[in-house]
């Protein structure tokens, strides 16, 4: 597996923030924003980051609560979904993408770039792909798509949910489907977070099948 290390980055706004390297072992296929859940660059985005570095790709995993404070790393208990929560809130979206931006413009020199994201970074990988030029975009579990879905992404978009996603409702997935009849949507029998490990919602199967769509995304799109 490979091994990552942090490096620092420029927003266009000038804002400095560290972000998690990760580089496969061969000459990079395309490059990777990963985008963090509310509980920050932690041990699970740092393990996602070099599991998708193995299969290819130049990964950069911002983190995005450096514009409030440097080096959050939340536990998943309630005491860290209130944090993560107050940190989103106060980061708002357009700072966010402009961080993404910034490490999608790094990534570039290794071919096409792709977001992937989870939870909040699941909405962001969304967002990004309407107000940036990446060329692919996955999505996972992101409760603020909804929000959003009438901003036309610029690239291709593949979204995976829970049907037992208490903060993503059956109604809002259809709506979604109705407004990006384009998008690849899938759903899972499985609840909010399903794809991380060391969350109560941890879904062996949902997860796999769901990484083997994502990578076959990926390959399709950016190579």
């Not at 940190?87 to 792709?114: K, M």
């Not at 029998?189 to 399903?194: C, K, R, S, V």
Request: proline share 5%.
């Amino acid at each position: 597996m490979p091994q990552g290390n942090s490096v620092k980055l420029t927003a266009a706004d000038g804002h400095s923030f560290e972000a998690f390297h990760a580089m496969p072992p061969r000459t990079p296929r395309g490059g990777l924003v990963l985008i963090q859940e509310i509980f920050g660059v932690n041990q699970h985005i740092r393990a996602v980051a070099e599991f998708y570095a193995s299969k290819g790709y130049a990964v950069l995993a911002p983190a995005l609560f450096d514009r409030v404070e440097p080096g959050v790393e939340l536990a998943y208990d309630e005491a860290g979904v209130t944090r993560g929560r107050e940190l989103r809130t106060t980061i708002g979206w357009d700072s966010p993408v402009r961080d993404i931006a910034a490490c999608a413009e790094e990534l570039v020199g290794y071919g096409r770039v792709a977001t992937l994201g989870y939870c909040w970074g699941g909405s962001l990988s969304y967002v990004a792909a309407a107000r940036t030029r990446v060329s692919a975009a996955v999505c996972y579990y992101g409760a603020q798509i909804i929000d959003f879905r009438f901003e036309r992404p610029h690239c291709p978009v593949q979204m995976h949910f829970g049907e037992k996603d208490l903060l993503i409702s059956k109604d809002d997935v259809a709506a979604i489907r109705s407004a990006l009849p384009e998008a690849e949507i899938y759903t899972y029998p499985a609840g909010h977070g399903f794809n991380c490990t060391e969350r109560a919602d941890f879904h062996a199967e949902s997860s796999t099948l769901a990484g083997e769509r994502t990578l076959a995304f990926l390959s399709a799109s950016i190579g």
